[in-house]
């Protein structure tokens, strides 16, 4: 059929699906209702979308067939929902434990638990399956384990009961934060994207950073920075804005792999960058029970020092490396940004929204509906219907791909929780270690990465705070600290070869070397790497504790970070030798880690600075005398 008779797009069966899915939420947020009617509704509709949007691709088996399946899955999720509607009042009223389970729960049971591992198969791929799997299999053969692994297992009716049936398991905490907070922030990115904002983000570091020493690679920081703390997601960013800055960083002499590098890196960073962060901060809201601004509020000093130290070494690096900064001609050939300067008014409405004390969905919704107000302040941003129906489509499509992974990580939670693994777990952990902080933090953190490779952020993060936390917590350690160190290193865990899927992505986008840019991304991390140690010694660092000592925190920390990226690039006013590198190194870390203020603090961050301004100086007075000279 010609192009020009094609159905549009607006038209298509999943568009129409996800707009009612767009409606069912502002529904449910102006009307709430039992969490086991909103929690089933929201879940179907988010399989129903990624069946649709994500088919079975297949070579081995023909196209009618691929479609046949698809099919039976798109009616398969149906049948669930109407058996949780139906079933409403008396899944509801039943006893845990007491009232009986029958047939027909058992079917829709299994059927929902099929339908979940081969959504997330088609969203984030085998990994996370192989996951699942394991701990539904530990589900029913944990019999067979020795020693602390070892309990007595579920049969199939418990095991159905303690997943499908309670709001716990697929329908407890993950699909909760789906349901109340993921969909509104993934809703608002999505529309602000729609209406410019993304391209406003580029635009606006190019102008601001361009002209200065390696700024190609400064305007991608802080462009990923922007838009990755509105998209939440590494992967998404890294495509969004690497298709732009990472040739921007090739022409100007930047090596492929290292400007795919810098490119995951940054676009990693912004799920640590306030105020939206990434979907696991807003798990985390709901495990400490806290309100998501506070949250972000928490998070906001260690990201302004990751992005800080991260701008630095890429100063250092290009100056290091005589990378050239970007011409006048290029910069100005960036459209004007003032007549678009209204558009960061969404994202300020957002935060406005939050510090009012409104809540974070409801923030959420208020700035999605300000970014289809907010281009018609000024004639030259006008959009038209084009852009809404492409918020409206990539919206649902985006919380779609989200939630389904994160619901099915409920099946983690439900059997590490109800087989007391977690607790095991943490138990055994604090034996291996001793009882030495240092090393339980150590092995939380290898542990982090290893499960990070390879699953999202969210699905490493709730596995790392279900085993890891409490054994961190029964060393002393604040449940927020605690929770914060976790998440750190998963999602860092996004860069760490040998499975990175921010790398990976950045080198699809900058057709580089796949390895290699996972490398020079991994190196560019450790200039956040031993930050998370901080939030357990110094509490300040995120945002606890009176005005003078979160100040004192907040600049110790900002200071700090320099100096290790100082350490990291190599250099300083000149190249610096390997002795001299890893004396300010040593130094860093101490103050890193160290309380703002303690003596171990106070010696590493005098030691560090003042050898780097010793260095400093030294190369200023020797250029000077060749200069002179010459």
């Known amino acids: 059929m010609p192009a020009a008779h094609s159905r549009p797009a607006y038209l298509s069966p999943a568009f ?21 009617f909103e929690r089933p509704v929201h879940l179907v509709f988010a399989l129903v979308l990624l069946f649709l949007g994500k088919p079975l691709e297949s070579p081995a088996l023909p196209l009618w067939l691929r479609r046949s399946i698809d099919g039976a899955l798109i009616v398969a999720s149906l049948a669930v929902g109407a058996y949780y509607l139906t079933e409403f009042d008396r899944l509801t009223t039943r006893m845990e434990n007491v009232s009986p389970v029958f ?49 007595r297992g579920f049969g199939l009716d418990a095991a159905i009961e303690i997943t499908t049936m309670t709001t716990a398991g697929v329908l407890g905490i993950t699909t909760s934060t789906s349901v109340n907070f993921i969909f509104y922030f993934i809703l608002f ?130 100056r290091r490396d005589n990378v050239r900064a970007m011409t006048a001609d290029e910069v100005a050939a960036v459209d004007p940004i003032l007549p678009r300067l209204h558009l960061l008014l969404p994202p300020l409405i957002l935060i406005g929204a ?45 919380a779609a791909e989200v939630a389904v992974p994160i619901a099915s990580i409920g099946l983690v939670i439900a059997v590490a929780v109800q087989s007391n693994l977690a607790l095991k777990f943490a138990g055994s952990l604090v034996t291996l270690a001793e009882g ?28 790392g705070a279900v085993l890891f936390v409490p054994a961190i917590q029964n060393l002393g350690v604040e449940p927020l600290a605690a ?66 000592q979160i100040a004192l925190g907040a600049g110790a920390m900002l200071a700090s970070t320099a100096l290790w990226a100082i350490a990291f690039a190599g250099w300083c006013g000149r190249p610096l030798g390997r002795a001299t590198r890893l004396a300010i190194g040593a130094a860093a870390l101490v103050a890193v880690i160290a309380p703002a203020g303690s003596l171990p603090w106070a010696l590493g961050f005098g030691a560090g600075w003042a050898l780097a301004v010793m260095v400093f100086v030294t190369a200023r007075r020797a250029g000077t005398r060749r200069s002179l000279a010459a």
């Not at 004390?357 to 700035?367: D, L, N, Q, R």
Request: with cysteine.
């Open 103 to 151: 047939g027909i729960d058992l079917w829709a049971g299994v059927a929902l638990v099929l339908l979940l591992l081969e959504g997330a198969r088609r969203a984030v791929g085998m990994i996370l399956v192989g996951v699942l799997a394991v701990f539904i299999a530990y589900a029913f053969w944990g019999n067979l384990l020795p020693g602390w692994l070892s309990f």
């Open 483 to 548: 929770h914060f160190f976790i998440f750190y290193y998963c999602v860092l865990s996004m860069v760490t070869p040998p499975v990175a899927l921010a790398s990976f992505a950045a080198a699809a986008v900058g057709e580089a070397p796949v390895m290699k840019t996972s490398l020079s991304a991994f190196g560019l991390s450790l200039v956040a790497f031993f930050v998370p140690f901080s939030f357990v010694f110094d509490p300040a660092v995120l945002w606890q504790g009176s005005a003078a």
């Open 189 to 318: 990115g999505a529309f602000y994207a729609a209406a410019g904002g993304g391209q406003l983000f580029i635009d606006l570091a190019i102008r601001v950073a361009g002209r200065a020493t390696g700024g190609t690679a400064k305007a991608a920081v802080i462009a990923s920075s922007l838009m990755g703390s509105i998209s939440g997601s590494a992967v998404a960013n890294v495509v969004s804005t690497g298709v732009l800055t990472i040739p921007l960083m090739k022409r100007t002499g930047i090596p492929g792999h290292r400007a795919a590098g810098i490119e995951a890196i940054a676009s990693t960073g912004g799920q640590l960058m306030p105020p939206i962060m990434g979907v696991a901060a807003f798990i985390m809201a709901e495990m400490l029970n806290m309100p998501y601004a506070q949250i972000a509020l928490a998070g906001l000093i260690p990201a302004v020092a990751f992005y800080l130290a991260l701008l630095l070494v890429v100063d250092l690096t290009a």
């Open 354 to 398: 939050l510090v009012w004390g409104y809540s974070a969905a409801y923030s959420a919704v208020i700035a999605s509906i300000s970014c289809y107000v907010v281009p018609f302040l000024r004639r030259n941003t006008w959009i038209g219907w084009e852009a809404l129906a492409e918020g409206l489509r990539q919206a649902p499509r985006q």
């Open 436 to 463: 030495s902080i240092f090393l339980s933090l150590a092995l939380a953190m290898v542990g982090c990465i290893i499960m990070g490779m390879g699953l999202p952020t969210v699905a490493a993060y709730i596995i």
């Open 16 to 36: 129409l699906i996800g707009v009612a899915f767009v409606a069912f939420q502002g529904w449910i947020l102006l009307n709430p209702q039992q969490p086991l």
